[in-house]
């Protein structure tokens, strides 16, 4: 894990937003949230590691929403603590606000934005990708990074899962103009990969 770089996203529409893969202090989040009048209405992890939960249950619980996640990962909340102490974060306390099992289905998160749930077990058990299909956009965790792929030796992880993971993405044959957004690094798009990336591919 590379908790320093890893990426969240504010996702909006009009006042209306969802984050993704909530790092950092809750408390800077609800002055970004507060400071610019957005109405939060969930929050979605692609996986359970702390770098992609941090806050996820207070920031559920302040704001009275759900936080989803894949239930193959709930034994991971609150694994990796000492991993958030080291960064100075508090360390989550799964009472707080537990997560919400995923339903794996098509849904409409926001007025007018669609999302896919595309399972991607192998960095963990639960890890999932978001995929958005009018706006051409993967949120693909930490399943695969620019040229490399995730972890596996971490809890609950798997090389041949994750494998089969990254092959089950390539063959969605999602557009070459795809927005890959990673969990960590700088994104790319799905035909990036194809040229760049020797494990994506089926």
């Not at 969605?172 to 103009?177: G, R, T």
Request: include cysteine; proline fraction near 6%; glycine fraction near 10%.
């Amino acid at each position: 894990m590379e908790p320093q770089n890893t990426q969240s996203i504010l996702a909006t529409v009009g006042d209306e937003c969802v984050i993704f893969d909530p790092w950092g202090h809750a408390d800077d989040w609800a002055r970004i949230l507060d400071g610019c009048g957005l109405k939060l209405r969930a929050i979605y992890a692609t996986h359970g590691h702390p770098d992609h939960i941090a806050c996820a249950g207070v920031l559920a619980k302040k704001y009275n929403v759900p936080w989803y996640l894949h239930s193959g990962d709930f034994r991971l909340v609150g694994w990796g603590n000492d991993l958030l102490e080291y960064f100075g974060l508090p360390k989550i306390n799964i009472e707080d606000a537990r997560p919400t099992a995923l339903e794996l289905k098509r849904t409409e998160i926001l007025p007018g934005l669609v999302m896919d749930i595309v399972e991607t077990p192998g960095h963990t058990p639960g890890g999932v990708a978001y995929h958005f299909p009018d706006e051409k956009v993967l949120l693909i965790g930490d399943t695969v990074f620019q040229e490399s792929f995730g972890r596996y030796d971490l809890p609950g992880g798997d090389k041949n899962m994750l494998m089969q993971s990254i092959a089950n993405i390539y063959n969605m044959k999602l557009p070459d103009d795809t927005a890959v957004v990673h969990g960590h690094g700088m994104d790319t798009s799905i035909g990036w990969l194809k040229q760049n990336n020797p494990f994506f591919h089926s």
